[in-house]
């Protein structure tokens, strides 16, 4: 009874942080935290939410290496001038 109780919570919760994360990305706010801390909680059950966070990560991760590699480009032109 009880591991059918926490499934479903998990299941719902984590669903729930999914969703709205997932709405974020059309519509303005803050995606990049509620997508993966939705799809970390539904991995604790569910193998293919382990699958998507792991390719979220990925994705988050290229993006991160971009901006650093965007500030760093507007810094060497700062001090260029």
Same mark, same amino acid.
């Given at each position: 009874? %009880? #591991?059918k109780l926490?499934?479903?919570?998990?299941t719902?919760f984590?669903?729930l942080l999914? &969703?709205i994360?997932? *709405? %974020? *990305?059309?519509?303005p706010?803050?995606?990049f935290?509620?997508?993966p801390v939705?799809?970390? *909680?539904?991995? &604790?059950e /569910? +193998?293919?939410? +382990?699958?998507?966070?792991? /390719?979220?990560?990925?994705?988050?991760r290229?993006?991160?290496? +971009?901006?650093?590699q965007? *500030?760093? #480009?507007?810094k &060497?032109m700062?001090?260029? #001038?």
């Amino acid at each position: 009874m %009880f #591991n059918k109780l926490k499934y479903g919570l998990i299941t719902l919760f984590g669903g729930l942080l999914t &969703l709205i994360g997932a *709405i %974020f *990305i059309v519509l303005p706010g803050p995606a990049f935290l509620f997508l993966p801390v939705g799809l970390a *909680i539904l991995s &604790l059950e /569910h +193998k293919w939410a +382990k699958v998507w966070l792991k /390719h979220t990560q990925r994705f988050m991760r290229k993006g991160a290496v +971009k901006m650093d590699q965007f *500030i760093s #480009n507007i810094k &060497l032109m700062c001090r260029a #001038n």
